[in-house]
């Protein structure tokens, strides 16, 4: 008789989980498609790309499109250009943020509070509205056509304010007991916060390296202002640039590229997406 009933929770137990994963792969459906859709169109004719209805799979497979990918455009460059630019920008958030949402968890310092509300409140202000006067400053300082405002920016802008702000949050979250140990071992505020809170800051520091890169590998905005030359171009601005002779897109070579720069974003977010999301849920702790 026991036996029975374990055989039934145990059937009742594997057609739930089958009607869940049922639902869930009927509920991805619309966000996987138009993935698969571009994968797939960059191996149609360019006519065939819109096609009505759309189709997924191509009636004529061709490989012209894939194959102006790198010809028609510095791709390869442009591609380890976003690479580049996405590390050097996410180093340098993580390490500016974390120190400074150390700062405001753990130092008391005068007016610390409504300096943090200020800091917060920058995240609010349009990039549009300050684009001209760093324009002009980046003119004056001769910096146009070249990478060196592309990391500033994203450094000391929005991102790393936000950044600031999940630091902060899982700082507070950790037990103050740990400090005071290392406190009564010698250490120093920095080295407490080198050997002590860095550390145990991993989901943190996942969360805050995800969203960096993702938004470093697709920036368009910034390099459209102050770039000038394709072979400095990232991916994002570049992938606008594949045109025939007469200046029309190469519709299926976008999506044959745009396919590849999708990769790494792609790579990294199912590598890391337990830690981004434990990092997230990790901020909301203390406030």
């Known amino acids: 008789m026991k036996s029975e009933r374990r055989r039934r929770r145990r059937t009742r137990r594997i057609l739930t989980h089958a009607v869940l994963y ?3 792969a009927l509920l991805a459906v619309p966000f996987v498609y138009p993935t698969l859709w571009m994968i797939f169109s960059a191996f149609k004719p360019a006519p065939e ?4 209805p759309p189709r997924l799979l191509p009636e004529v497979w061709t490989l012209d499109g894939v194959g102006r990918i790198f010809t028609a455009n510095p791709f390869a460059r442009q ?3 976003s690479l580049y630019l996405s590390i050097v920008i996410t180093v340098s958030t993580v390490i500016i943020g974390s120190a400074a949402g150390y700062a405001f968890a753990r130092i008391r310092f005068p007016l610390a509070n409504p300096l943090f509300l200020i800091l ?7 990039g549009e509205v300050t684009i001209i006067p760093i324009f002009r400053w980046v003119n004056q300082l001769g910096l146009m056509d070249h990478h060196l405002p592309l990391i500033i920016l994203p450094v000391f802008g929005p991102g790393s304010v936000l950044a600031t702000f999940i630091f902060r949050q899982f700082f507070l979250s950790l037990p103050v007991e740990l400090e005071e140990a290392g406190r009564l071992d ?3 505020r920095i080295a407490l916060y080198r050997l002590i809170a860095l550390p145990l800051a991993g989901p943190a520091i996942a969360a805050v390296s995800i969203m960096t890169f993702l938004n470093s590998f697709n920036m368009y ?3 459209l202002i102050f770039l000038r030359t394709p072979e400095l171009f ?3 601005l570049g992938l606008t640039r594949y045109q025939d002779g007469y200046g029309e897109p190469l519709y299926n070579t976008q999506l044959g590229a745009t396919t590849l720069a999708v990769l790494p974003v792609l790579i990294v977010f199912l590598f890391a997406q337990r830690q981004f999301v434990e990092g997230l ?3 909301a702790l203390k406030g």
């Open 186 to 188: 010698g250490l120093g």
């Open 79 to 81: 591609y380890l250009n």
């Open 49 to 52: 790309i819109f096609a009505s």
């Open 234 to 236: 990232p991916v994002g």
């Open 281 to 283: 849920s990790r901020t």
């Open 221 to 223: 905005f910034v390099p």
């Open 22 to 24: 049922g639902l869930m």
């Open 120 to 126: 917060i409140a920058t995240i609010f202000l349009p």
